[in-house]
């Protein structure tokens, strides 16, 4: 059975910085690109980094380029998102999930990240 569980939200001042990090299993990690989406109020899911199986090549949406940054732990099953220079659009519900474009499992509960002063 698949998991997918996301932890490392939390409130931060605009300018501030977070680490999320996905704890995966049920699958073969290592053998799957790995992606971080997120979801804010009223607004369609969209997808924030990427980062490949085998070479881990990374890549970005153009919003979040030069401040985020993700990474991978294949002996622990675990995707990471830092994010840095935080900005008040930046707040929404964070999820990871497997695969480079389209997601490959069902959804996890994702984290809740909040950009506010």
């Known amino acids: 059975q698949v998991q997918l569980v996301e932890s490392g939200g939390g409130l931060v001042q605009p300018g501030g910085s977070l680490g999320l990090a996905c704890a995966a299993s049920?699958?073969?990690?290592?053998?799957?690109?790995m992606s971080w989406y997120r979801q804010a109020p009223t607004k369609e899911r969209e997808l924030v980094a990427t980062?490949?199986?085998?070479?881990?090549?990374?890549n970005y949406a153009d919003s979040v380029k030069g401040r985020f940054s993700i990474s991978r732990n294949n002996l622990k099953n675990t995707v990471y998102l830092q994010m840095n220079s935080l900005k008040p659009e930046d707040t929404a519900v964070y999820y990871c999930?497997?695969?480079?474009?389209?997601?490959?499992?069902?959804w996890g509960q994702g984290t809740q990240v909040t950009v506010s002063s």
């Open positions: 980062i490949t199986a085998a070479s881990g090549s990374t």
């Open positions: 999930n497997a695969g480079a474009t389209i997601p490959t499992w069902d």
């Open positions: 049920g699958f073969r990690f290592s053998a799957y690109a």
